[in-house]
T-cell receptor
Framework: AQKITQTQPGMFVQEKEAVTLDCTYD???????LFWYKQPSSGEMIFLIY??????QNATEGRYSLNFQKARKSTNLVISASQLGDSAMYFC???????????????FGTGTQLKVEL | DVKVTQSSRYLVKRTGEKVFLECVQD?????MFWYRQDPGLGLRLIYF???????EKGDIPEGYSVSREKKERFSLILESASTNQTSMYLC????????????FGPGTRLTVT
């Protein structure tokens, strides 16, 4: 069974500093996808960034980047130059390799609440 | 822009009532999902559908059923609402395939009294 672990229930960071949110996963599949979502206090889930298990480069998307360590089964999200608007809950999620049926579902971690301070 | 809409933002129902939560997407996505979100537990998958009339149980299907008669619409049904089903319910949709992200609706905050 797949499992996603986010061990930091809450994090604080000062504005303009970088912050790393941790995520480890457990799967026996060789092919899988890893996602990060942001959920501000308004409640909507916003997709941030994706990493495929066969991608050789770490994914980057603007101020978001992933530190993907396949052997350690971790995919940490790095937010550079934090802004007040980055304050939100962040979820890591994984999708297994099958394309149809059960392969389309995501398993989510329990999230990390990030607070950006002045 | 992909749009996933849910029929209500807030809903209050009584124990034992039958509850329908509706979700509509406008991007011709094959997959649709229903999650519930509770503090400290993250998002847990209730049911999902990968095609019209096709459904699969997620991690916590007990007490719920679903219906997908049209590609764009996915309904979550609580046959007899109970207080432990008080939660935030999130609908999502996506294309099939490993790399496709899920797009989420705004959520329905359901309170069962």
């Amino acid at each position: 069974a797949q499992k996603i672990t986010q061990t930091q229930p809450g994090m604080f960071v000062q504005e303009k500093e970088a912050v790393t949110l941790d995520c480890t996963y457990d799967t026996s599949d060789q092919s899988y996808g890893l996602f990060w979502y942001k959920q501000p206090s308004s409640g909507e889930m916003i997709f941030l960034i994706y990493q495929g298990s066969y991608d050789e480069q770490n994914a980057t998307e603007g101020r978001y980047s992933l530190n993907f360590q396949k052997a350690r089964k971790s995919t940490n999200l790095v937010i550079s130059a934090s802004q007040l608007g980055d304050s939100a809950m962040y979820f890591c999620a994984m999708r297994e390799g099958k394309i149809t049926g059960g392969g389309n579902k995501l398993t989510f971690g329990t999230g990390t609440q990030l607070k950006v301070e002045l | 822009d992909v749009k996933v809409t849910q029929s209500s933002r807030y809903l209050v129902k009584r124990t034992g009532e039958k509850v329908f939560l509706e979700c509509v997407q406008d991007m011709d996505h094959e997959n649709m999902f229903w999650y519930r979100q509770d503090p400290g537990l993250g998002l847990r998958l209730i049911y999902f559908s990968y095609d019209v009339k096709m459904k699969e149980k997620g991690d916590i299907p007990e007490g719920y059923s679903v219906s997908r008669e049209k590609k764009e619409r996915f309904s979550l049904i609580l046959e007899s609402a109970s207080t432990n089903q008080t939660s935030m319910y999130l609908c999502a949709s996506s294309f099939a395939g490993l790399a496709h992200e899920q797009y989420f609706g705004p959520g329905t905050r359901l309170t069962v009294t």
